[in-house]
């Protein structure tokens, strides 16, 4: 197969990571595949924030279950109360991506970033995980120090993050895909 073709089937979510740190190239090659991601009109309104920094990692990991244990959904409630829970994994490298509030394809222009980085991490070896959850934080009342302390710049919002770091453990089998999710007309 096709070496690209073959690090897209590869990929899987990774949520156990080393703590050691990714080098610099990986990460500056893994934020470029973000940001040649393809773009409405090529609007780019996106913008990365990558933290290494463990300390503000885990403080917003600590932000984020505080805010869903007082959720009305009794799922989330249980993810804040599991003490082994991290919402990044410990991942030691994290990505923000934001997006322009006044882009009515901001979310769909940075999933596309998103899907860019991790195909990207996977060819360098680096296991990688889409979080969604973080946005309940950070897109609430909660979350607004938050958006201070990671340079969220004014008029973005919160959209996805990426967790980055060397795999614990290497995936190999992927969750079940559904079939008959393709339909042809020839
Ligand atoms: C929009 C979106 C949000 C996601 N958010 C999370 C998340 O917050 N935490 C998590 O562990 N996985 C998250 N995922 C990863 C999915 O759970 C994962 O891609 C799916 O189970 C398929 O597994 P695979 O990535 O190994 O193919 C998210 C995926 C997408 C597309």
């Known amino acids: 197969m096709n070496e690209t073709l073959q690090v897209i089937r590869n990929r899987r979510s990774t949520r156990a990571f080393k703590s050691e740190q990714i ?10 595949a973000g940001i040649y991601a393809p773009s409405a009109n090529n609007g780019q309104p996106w913008h990365f924030t990558a933290v290494q920094n463990k300390e503000l990692i885990d403080s917003l990991n600590e932000g984020f279950k505080a805010l869903v244990r007082k959720s009305p959904d009794e799922n989330l409630r249980k993810i804040g109360e599991n003490e082994k829970f991290h919402v990044f994994y410990n991942a030691p490298t994290v990505i923000f991506l934001s997006g322009d509030k006044n882009s009515p394809s901001a979310d769909v222009d940075c999933s ?9 991490a996977e060819a360098e070896g680096i296991g990688s995980c889409w979080i969604g959850f973080i946005a309940f934080l950070l ?44 339909n042809y007309i020839i």
Do not use: C, W
């Open 23 to 32: 080098k610099e190239e990986e990460l500056q090659e893994i934020l470029q």
């Open 112 to 120: 596309a970033a998103v899907e860019n980085m991790l195909i990207a």
């Open 139 to 182: 897109n609430s009342e909660e979350g607004r120090d938050y958006l201070k302390e990671l340079g969220i710049p004014e008029g973005f919002r919160q959209i996805h993050a990426v967790a980055l770091g060397y795999k614990k453990v290497n995936i190999v089998n992927a969750p079940a895909r559904k079939e008959n999710t393709v």
